[in-house]
């Protein structure tokens, strides 16, 4: 219960969101300009600040990655043995598989900074580099191997990762770190005051993006989708974690990461690459609900 109520701010900005869209003055291009300012600037922004300036030595790091990236390939290989067993059709999969494997960092980062504090954020921000690149990749390959004649070559999977204003941005803060150049205070302070920003706008725009009409159909694929993103995966991600020797903060941080709800970029994906859009959207809207509930009680079992 105290989990809940502490990420109860987290969601209620999500729901102030969806009210906003309804009555607010922003139509759904001025929500667009909000999460592509927020995807392009602030998030980056604020990975560059923690990932930079947060002393990580403390923290088991590389079993961290370990846990979180080897949770997302098994759920992966799994949805590969299930979509021969059931012969879901190509457009639903891909919607499936991203629905799957894909996380949502302005929920993920908000909640860490909630519960967790500055080290948390920059934990999750470990978390961002870790597996967003991996995600990515894979979906990109997903989609184009089952809409597109053939699947995206490396080189086509590479300057779509590096194209990615987030993982830029975690490269940059890590190259900092690694390095010990770190921040001078007044690029932080710069940074400090576009990363106030960040989480606010994006879990706004979190619930200006949620769609209640697009869960109509497909409840099958619906329902597995959800199931291996918010129960699978982050079960796989203790069982792992553990005997790897994870505790503490960053065993909770590496589990609620691989337990939030998909990318809205999902959404992007499956209509720019021929993907089941209607399918993606559904599958956002209620990942978003139900991981109000879910990622307090996993939380609260460990």
């Known amino acids: 219960m105290t989990t809940l109520l502490t990420l109860l701010p987290v969601f209620g900005l999500i729901l102030v969101g969806v009210v906003l869209r309804r009555v607010g003055p922003l139509d759904d291009g001025g929500w667009r300009a909000v999460e592509q300012l927020t995807y392009w ?3 980056p922004a604020l990975l560059v600040l923690k990932l930079g300036s947060t002393d990580l030595s403390a923290y088991a790091i590389g079993p961290m990655v370990m846990a979180m990236a080897g949770a997302v390939l098994i759920v992966t290989a799994v949805l590969v043995v299930i979509r021969r067993l059931t012969g879901i059709g190509n457009p639903a999969y891909t919607s499936v598989i991203q629905g799957a494997i894909r996380q949502n960092t302005y929920i993920g980062v908000a909640s860490v900074g909630v519960l967790y504090g500055p080290d948390g954020e920059a934990l999750a921000a470990v978390g961002i580099a870790a597996v967003i690149p991996l995600v990515n990749a894979l979906s990109v390959w997903f989609l184009t191997r089952m ?5 995206a070559s490396l080189g086509t999977v590479a300057k779509a990762l590096a194209r990615n204003p987030i993982i830029i941005a975690c490269l940059i803060g ?3 770190n690694v390095t010990g150049v770190g921040l001078n205070p007044l690029i932080s302070d710069g940074l400090d005051l576009l990363a106030r920003g960040a989480l606010a706008l994006g879990l706004l725009a979190v619930g200006a993006g949620l769609r209640a009409r697009a869960v109509r159909e497909q409840w099958g694929a619906l329902l597995l989708s959800n199931a291996m993103k918010l129960v699978v995966v982050p079960g796989l991600t203790l069982a792992l974690a553990v005997p790897l020797g994870l505790t503490g903060t960053t065993l909770a941080v590496a589990i609620l990461f691989n337990a939030l709800p998909s990318s809205a970029s999902s959404y992007v994906f499956a209509r720019a690459l021929g993907g089941d859009a209607e399918l993606m959207a ?9 991981s109000a509930i879910s990622i307090p009680l996993l939380l609260s079992l460990l």
């Open 174 to 176: 890590i190259a900092l």
């Open 41 to 43: 600037l602030l998030l």
């Open 282 to 290: 559904g599958i956002l809207s209620t990942q978003v609900v139900l």
């Open 147 to 151: 809409i597109g004649d053939t699947p």
